[in-house]
């Protein structure tokens, strides 16, 4: 699944960025990653974040152990990147 959410991702911005395709891809890719991000051995949930009366994607990446209140780190990408591809990912922790 997380190639495919790659795959969706290279579609998209070979697409129309106004187009119903480009939005298609990258909703696309959105859904293949969070259904990859179930195999991982920690959590990561799909939010949307208020800002200036509009929601920004992004993820909620908790280690493992961790509850309760918390800090936290927002990390943003430029158009080159994506959310999901600032989550690190080791060999070997996604099940197939």
């Keep these: 699944m ?6 969706y991702r290279s579609a998209e911005y070979s697409s129309d960025p106004f187009g ?3 939005q298609r ?3 696309a890719s959105r859904d293949a990653f969070v259904a990859a991000a ?8 799909a939010v949307d974040i ?3 009366g509009a929601d920004l994607p992004g993820y909620l990446v908790v280690p493992p152990g961790v509850s309760g209140s918390n800090k936290a ?3 943003m990408t430029g158009f080159d ?3 999901n591809a600032g989550i690190v990912v080791r060999p070997g922790s996604v099940s197939s």
């Design 2 to 7: 997380l190639r495919a959410a790659n795959d």
């Design 20 to 22: 119903a395709e480009a």
């Design 25 to 27: 891809l990258g909703l």
């Design 38 to 45: 179930r195999h991982l051995p920690f959590v990561v949930k």
């Design 50 to 52: 208020p800002f200036e």
């Design 73 to 75: 780190v927002i990390c």
């Design 81 to 83: 990147g994506t959310a």
